[in-house]
């Protein structure tokens, strides 16, 4: 018995066919308009395709998107043989984000991106880096994408491969955790598109003799929010000392914060800066939110009772620590359901490898950290459970984006204990309404008592062999023991 309410439906991301309403706004550098940030001072020339700015001033052009797609990627500017890839991979029309990037970038123009989760930033980017190389006579390390975490770089990678494959575009990956001698050699190749994680990027710029990205024409710097947050921000310097100055960039961020704008001044040249959510704390018209209250001591009956209702679903299931996330895995495969792991303290080959198998539908249950909350490409999800309730509005934003993605329609649910009611009041405030309760019956719940309490008994046993064998290996699952050596340039990232 599915107990999963019905709801009107708002619409589908293409249905209205207005033009998107555009907003232009000219900050200059008299601070006439003291809420707009003053951009920094060009510190690169500007490629003769680009609009000059007045004299004696800075001008940065910000464009609301309210609006819907327009109906072809032709329409954008996008030349056939990409349209045709388009086509192939299934994208039927431009999301409102590509609609109102794409043109921009092929006019030449720096762009800030601002866009909630899921929105098809991707293809915002790659596209037009894609067009403009086919159109290059240089071809070699024409492109670059720094991104905050190991699986959304493989994720844009396979973007731009597949948007690519008429060209057959050349993508190495350049990420902490895989061997550098590899990457050494994929990169002597000489790739058209480099994508990387900020520390293993600089480790080969300072250590792989003969490597440089003095002909990058094209810089992305994907959840930019993300980059900053998890402390890139002195290594990003770095590498941007290392580029050169005439070249386009394109910096893709969920939210701007102060960083951001930083990150901005001192990287992109008179931006455009395109905005698709009109709220911080927006989310799709397709996704269907709600939340249980239950007694905290009985949180993992309701867990296995609510993947019982989601069965044949595919559910991402957030926790806060690596530690639960391990114990639910456990706890949910010995009550015989496909529930697999992801999360920091994995090896990059167990990672991609708990991916794959989701992706796959081999699994049908991830059970994940934060670490997977941004960024990857898991278009049929759907499902997502919050086991714990994220600390702020910003993370829960990001973690209920995994379903509802492109216009296809899918669930959030949170569990909200006697403890975290006032986290989760100020979460319904940050979105702006009151959500309703997922409807359970307690006793129908209470039933998977007994064979849930032998699941965790043996998920306790499990868990501390677990604890044994890697601490014997020198790391535990509550925290890494570094053994006094080098802690790596991406091991910052959380969870």
């Given at each position: ?207 792989t003799k003969g490597f440089s990205l003095r002909s990058i024409k094209h810089l ?135 991916l794959g198998k989701f992706r796959a539908r081999s699994r049908d249950i991830l059970v994940a950290t934060d670490v997977a909350a941004r960024g990857l490409d ?118």
């Amino acid at each position: 018995m599915s107990l999963i309410k019905k709801r009107k439906a708002d619409g589908s991301l293409h249905e209205d066919k207005r033009t998107p309403s555009k907003r232009v706004k000219h900050t200059t550098s008299t601070h006439t308009k003291p809420t707009a940030p003053k951009p920094a001072k060009e510190s690169s020339p500007r490629p003769s395709s680009a609009p000059s700015p007045v004299a004696g001033s800075t001008s940065e052009v910000e464009i609301e998107a309210n609006g819907r797609a327009l109906k072809s990627f032709q329409d954008l500017g996008i030349i056939q043989s990409l349209c045709e890839a388009c086509a192939a991979l299934g994208y039927k029309a431009p999301t409102p984000i590509q609609t109102e990037a794409i043109p921009l970038a092929l006019q030449g123009r720096d762009l800030i991106g601002l866009a909630e989760t899921g929105s098809g930033k991707t293809a915002a980017f790659a596209l037009p880096i894609l067009q403009a190389l086919m159109e290059s006579p240089r071809t070699s390390l024409f492109g670059l994408c720094l991104a905050p975490t190991r699986e959304l770089a493989y994720q844009i990678a396979q973007a731009f491969e597949a948007l690519g494959s008429l060209i057959s575009v050349k993508v190495a990956v350049v990420v902490g955790g895989m061997d550098m001698i590899s990457q050494s050699i994929a990169l002597g190749k000489r790739p058209h598109i480099v994508v990387a994680t900020p520390g293993r990027l600089l480790d080969h710029l300072e250590n792989t003799k003969g490597f440089s990205l003095r002909s990058i024409k094209h810089l992305v710097m994907d959840e930019a929010d993300r980059l900053l947050d998890l402390d890139f921000g002195a290594i990003i310097d770095k590498i941007l000392k290392v580029l050169p100055r005439e070249r386009r960039t394109y910096l893709f961020s969920a939210t701007m914060t102060s960083k951001v704008e930083s990150l901005q001044r001192a990287s992109l040249s008179s931006p455009l800066r395109v905005s698709i959510s009109t709220n911080k704390y927006q989310t799709v018209s397709t996704l269907l939110q709600s939340y249980c209250f239950i007694p905290h001591k009985d949180k993992d009956i309701y867990v296995a009772w609510l993947m019982n209702e989601f069965a044949s679903k595919s559910v991402i299931i957030f926790t806060r620590t690596v530690n639960e996330t391990q114990r639910i895995a456990i706890l949910l495969r010995a009550l015989g359901l496909g529930a697999i792991p992801l999360h920091g303290q994995l090896s990059q080959s167990s990672r991609l490898g708990a991916l794959g198998k989701f992706r796959a539908r081999s699994r049908d249950i991830l059970v994940a950290t934060d670490v997977a909350a941004r960024g990857l490409d898991i278009p049929s999800v759907d499902v997502v459970l919050n086991f714990d309730l994220p600390h702020n509005s910003e993370t829960y934003i990001h973690r209920v984006g995994r379903t509802a993605r492109a216009g296809k329609s899918g669930h959030a649910i949170s569990m909200v204990t006697q403890y975290e009611i006032e986290l989760w009041q100020r979460i319904e405030t940050a979105l702006g309404k009151k959500l309703g309760e997922y409807e359970t019956d307690r006793e129908e719940v209470m039933i998977l008592g007994e064979h849930v309490g032998e699941a965790q008994r043996m998920a306790i046993r499990e868990m501390k062999d677990l604890h044994e064998k890697r601490g014997t290996k020198g790391a535990t699952l509550r925290g890494r023991k570094l053994g006094g050596g080098k802690r790596g340039r991406d091991e910052t990232e959380e969870g």
